[in-house]
Antibody
Framework: QVQLQESGPGLVKPSQTLSLTCTVSGGSISSGSYYWSWIRQPAGKGLEWIGRIYTSGSTNYNPSLKSRVTISVDTSKNQFSLKLSSVTAADTAVYYC???????????WGQGTLVTVSS | QSALTQPASVSGSPGQSITISCTGTSSDVGSYNLVSWYQQHPGKAPKLMIYEVSKRPSGVSNRFSGSKSGNTASLTISGLQAEDEADYYCCSYAGSSTLFGGGTKLTVL
C-alpha cells in the first residue's frame, strides 16, 4: 500500500518561497510509470492542480503558476518536492502530494498540510 | 485555462438517484477520455471514485457511475445513502496539465 506524507513549514512570509517535501513509502518512487503531483485547496474552496513530475524527471505545470513553480524528485530519498516562489496570501491553502498513474487520475493522496502565508 | 464547471450544490433523499454534471471544453473533457471524479468529506483528502470517464476503482460501490457526452461529463449516484453526503470534484486531463471542477456539495436530505 503506497503512502504519501507531506512535510514542511506551516507558515511562510509574503514574497518568500514555499518549500514542501513529499515522502513516499510502500513502493519506490522510480519504479513503474507514475506521475508525482502537487495539488492545493484553499480553505472552503476547490482543488487546484499545481503540477507533476514523471519518473523520468520531466515536468508539467499549471500555466497560471508556471513562472513560480518548481517540482523536483530525489529518488535516493524516495521523495519529491515543491517550491513556490514569491508567495502571497492567495497561496494560503492545504497542499496535497499525490500519485497519478495516468494523467488526470489521482489514486493516492497525502493527508495534506496547511501552509499559511502571513507576516 | 478555466476550471471545469460544476453545479455548486445538489440534493436528494435516501434511496434516490442524483447526477452531477461537469462541463469543460473541446480542449479537455471533449478531447480525452481521462475524466475522473473524487469524493471529499470535511477535513479529509479526496478519494477517487471514477476514472477514465466510467471505470470504478476496486472497493468503490457500483452505486457510483460515470459517463460523458461531448464536453460534459456526469457522475450519477444511485440509491443515495447518508454517507454519500460530501463534496464531489471532477477532473480532466487537458493536454499536459490537469483541470479540476469547482466542486459540488451533495446534501442527503
Amino acid at each position: 500500500q503506497v503512502q504519501l506524507q507531506e512535510s514542511g513549514p506551516g507558515l511562510v512570509k509574503p514574497s518568500q518561497t514555499l518549500s514542501l517535501t513529499c515522502t513516499v513509502s510502500g513502493g519506490s518512487i522510480s519504479s513503474g510509470s507514475y506521475y508525482w503531483s502537487w495539488i492545493r485547496q484553499p480553505a472552503g474552496k476547490g482543488l487546484e492542480w499545481i503540477g507533476r513530475i514523471y519518473t523520468s524527471g520531466s515536468t508539467n505545470y499549471n500555466p497560471s503558476l508556471k513562472s513560480r513553480v518548481t517540482i523536483s524528485v530525489d529518488t535516493s530519498k524516495n521523495q519529491f518536492s515543491l517550491k513556490l516562489s514569491s508567495v502571497t496570501a492567495a497561496d494560503t491553502a492545504v497542499y496535497y502530494c499525490a500519485r497519478e498513474p495516468r494523467a488526470g487520475r489521482v489514486d493516492y493522496w497525502g493527508q495534506g498540510t496547511l501552509v499559511t502565508v502571513s507576516s | 485555462q478555466s476550471a471545469l464547471t460544476q453545479p455548486a450544490s445538489v440534493s436528494g433523499s435516501p434511496g434516490q438517484s442524483i447526477t452531477i454534471s461537469c462541463t469543460g471544453t473541446s480542449s479537455d473533457v471533449g478531447s480525452y477520455n481521462l475524466v475522473s471524479w473524487y469524493q471529499q468529506h470535511p477535513g479529509k483528502a479526496p478519494k477517487l471514485m471514477i476514472y477514465e470517464v466510467s471505470k470504478r476503482p476496486s472497493g468503490v460501490s457500483n452505486r457510483f457511475s460515470g459517463s460523458k457526452s461531448g464536453n460534459t461529463a456526469s457522475l450519477t449516484i444511485s440509491g443515495l445513502q447518508a454517507e454519500d453526503e460530501a463534496d464531489y470534484y471532477c477532473c480532466s486531463y487537458a493536454g499536459s496539465s490537469t483541470l479540476f471542477g469547482g466542486g459540488t456539495k451533495l446534501t442527503v436530505l
